[in-house]
């Protein structure tokens, strides 16, 4: 029961268009800012969990209720109950409160893309084949003076769109080029699409770049590290250090709670500042974080029941929440900033279809 409830939340979670939804309504100068409240919001939820497993952890309920019987509230129940009441209060807020807004930050990064390919254009004139709804135009140096192709020259516009260009008419003029979408057939007429789920992935690899691969690889190493952080913390508390649940549930609140205000710095700081630059002093914190959380003196046979005490090598206590506070703090600000550059490299192609941008940042950190 427990798992099929974990796997239902798990579905229900909306992290894959919440990443999408930032991605196509804000503006590319504040995006990182958003991104980094959006990490805020998140550690205080990191930071709310421990405490109200703290609070009705001696929390001792019984009340009956009609056609179900006797219902227990206390430290094993009660979070279930909290969840379940909070996930109700969710989906009504979206249900009466939530409007497809206005997708401002997505036409702005197609036009951006648009930019970049007419001055590409403008700066090397080559002779490229017409486009057509079939598949993407690629560049040919070989003039063979056929109608077929059609020479670039500066200030002469021409039909030929390069492949990166099939997102500016998914929702125009030939929507026929995004997945999922209608083909217009010989005699014009809108007749579906028949995309396989190969096709489909076909059409992703296509589009996932070099930058866009290194996000995501960020994205994943993010993850994996955080998460092997936060899995270890109570097993590795209890069997070094003696610690009991009050002790670990009050370190996750306390580094959840200063991961707040480092995300909100972050995001003031992103309007100054280039996200790589960002990005380097965060990794770097967070290595610094791991570094202190090696205890060198573990691979060596000691007589010691816990860990090897009164060595200037060892990991104590005071050394392990030093690392854990940095690598958490700096690893979950780190996430704002890397959404934030992935939303804006990858291709507007990715914005729509099943396997869009959001789904694929999804997998990849799960």
Sequence with gaps: MALCGRFLTGLGGPRSMNRRYIADTTPLAYRTSVNAAFGTATAMGAALGPATAIMIDGVEL????????TVYFNAMTGPGF????????FTLLLAFTFEEPERSGLEEQKQKEMKAIQASALSSPVTVEMSNLEGPSKPNLNNTGSDEFVSHQPGQT?????????????????PGLCIGSDTMDEDGENKPKKDTVCSQLLFVLQNLTVPVRICMFLLFSKMFTVESVISAASMVTKNRYGWQIQQVGSLGTIVGCLTIPISIFIGWVSQYREDRVLMLYLMSFATLGMALLVDVTDFFDTDTVYYNKGSPFSVGPQRYVAGYLLVFCSVQAFDGVVGSVLSKVIPTALATGTLNSGLLATVVGT
């Design 158 to 174: 021409t039909s030929a769109t390069p492949y990166l260009d099939q997102s500016f008419n998914c929702t125009g003029d030939n």
């Design 62 to 69: 019984e009340f009956n209720l009609p056609l179900y019987g």
């Design 82 to 89: 909290i969840m379940g009441g909070l996930w109700i209060l």
